[in-house]
Structures are given as C-alpha cells and as structure tokens.
C-alpha cells in the first residue's frame, strides 16, 4: 500500500490520472458496481493488478479521487454565484440558489476531461451526497460540498413558508432532479454526436434550472403540509 506520506513521482502522478481516467469511463458505462478494481488496471494497461489498490487503498478512493478532481471547481464557482446573493434569505432567493445547483454541474457537459462521466458517476452516487448532506454516514468518502448552498437553499424555503421536512426532501429531490437529468442529456447528446449541441445544451440547462425553481417553490399542499405526516405516508404508499 502506497505511503500516505509519500511524496508522488512525475510517473505516479501520471499513472494515477491514468486509472482515474480510466475508472471515469468505465464507471460511466457499466455503472460503478458492474467494474471491478482488476478490470480498471487490465483496461489501463497496467501490468500490476493491485495498482489501484496501492494508489486509492479501494473502489471508494478511486470514486473519492474522481470527486476531487471535479468538485471543487464546481465548488469554487458556486461560492461565487452565492456571494451575488443580496439582502436576507427569501422567496426571490430561490432562481439564483436555483442556477447555482445547476449551472456549476451543467458546465460538465463541455469537460472533455472526464465531465460527462462524472456526471453519470454522481448520478449513481446521488443517494449517499442526500445521505450526507442529512448527516447520515452511509459512506466513507467525502461526498458533501455543499453546506453554505444547504444552508442557504433551507433559509430561503423557511423564508418562502416550506416546512422544514418537506424543504429538506425539495432540497434532495432537486439534486435527483438536476444529476439525472443532465445524465440523460449527456447520453443524448453522445448519440446526437453533438449535433446543434450548444444550442440545445442552453435550452435543455435553462428548462432544467426553470423545473428546479418550479419544484423548490411550490405551493405545499394541505396534505403534505399536514402534521399527521405518517398516517399521509401510509395512504400514498398502501400502507396499513
């Protein structure tokens, strides 16, 4: 197992920007369970069948890799986007909290390096980021950047009157929302081979980012908003 003290060479550096290339693509098309660590160090040419296991210990720190080497630019420009945010938390907070879920991600779509396949990668990750975000250590990696924009996207849902639980499934169900959605538009977009591609991409990101405002402010029904949440449960659900 490589040190973690270790000070990386120039052909170790390169060897692990190999494998993580190589897992982006693989992960993206077979899904992250359906490859194995063994197939990723076969498809990278390399000789040594634990070399993943010696540059990222397992499955979980090749993702984790993949995530460091997206998320903080997505990070970076989304703290920008919240720094224009003015005045105290409200309703019209809602389209630019809006843009800033969707328009750091959507950038993604024109990474050559690996942009696309991140996507599709978080798409089948979604679960433990919600998971996360809520506190629930349902894995080992770090998988929430995002607690300045929670923070702000639950005082605008409290400002704009959506009760605490329902805002914090909004919150989870427009991640679902903007993940695999843009995991479906970048598979249409590989098959289209990129035909009127710019123009679409900006149609398809400013209805996705008009279909995250519409679902974060929508009115909260009697039902939903009722505080016998359970026995509304088990009436959606069939239960008894």
């Not at 903007?178 to 995991?183: E, K, M, P, S």
Request: charged fraction near 25%.
């Amino acid at each position: 197992m490589q040190a973690l003290d270790a000070v990386p060479t120039r052909r170790s550096v390169a060897t692990r920007a190999k494998l993580i290339s190589v897992a982006e693509r693989l992960f993206a098309e077979r899904s992250i369970e359906g490859v194995s660590l063994n197939e990723i160090s076969k498809a990278a040419a390399q000789r040594n069948s634990n070399v993943c296991q010696y540059h990222f210990g397992d499955k979980q720190g090749l993702l984790q890799a993949i995530l460091d080497k997206h998320v903080p630019g997505i990070a970076a420009a989304r703290e920008v986007m919240l720094g224009r945010l003015q005045g105290s938390p409200s309703r019209r907070w809602l389209r630019p909290l809006a843009e800033a879920l969707v328009r750091p991600v959507a950038a993604k779509l024109h990474d050559a390096d690996g942009g696309r396949e991140f996507i599709r990668i978080n798409a089948q990750l979604i679960a433990l980021h919600t998971l996360s975000v809520r506190g629930v250590p349902a894995s080992t990696m770090r998988l929430a950047h995002a607690d300045r924009f929670t923070r702000a996207l639950q005082r605008a849902l409290r400002a704009a009157a959506v009760p605490g639980p329902v805002a914090r499934n909004r919150g989870m169900l427009a991640a679902v929302l903007v993940f695999h959605g843009l995991d479906d538009y970048s598979r249409l977009l590989d098959a289209a081979g990129e035909r009127r591609a710019t123009v679409d991409i900006r149609l398809f990101v400013a209805n996705l980012e008009d279909a995250v405002v519409a679902l974060l402010s929508a009115a909260v029904s009697a039902g939903t908003g009722s505080a016998d949440g359970s026995r509304r449960a088990r009436e959606i659900f069939g239960e008894q």
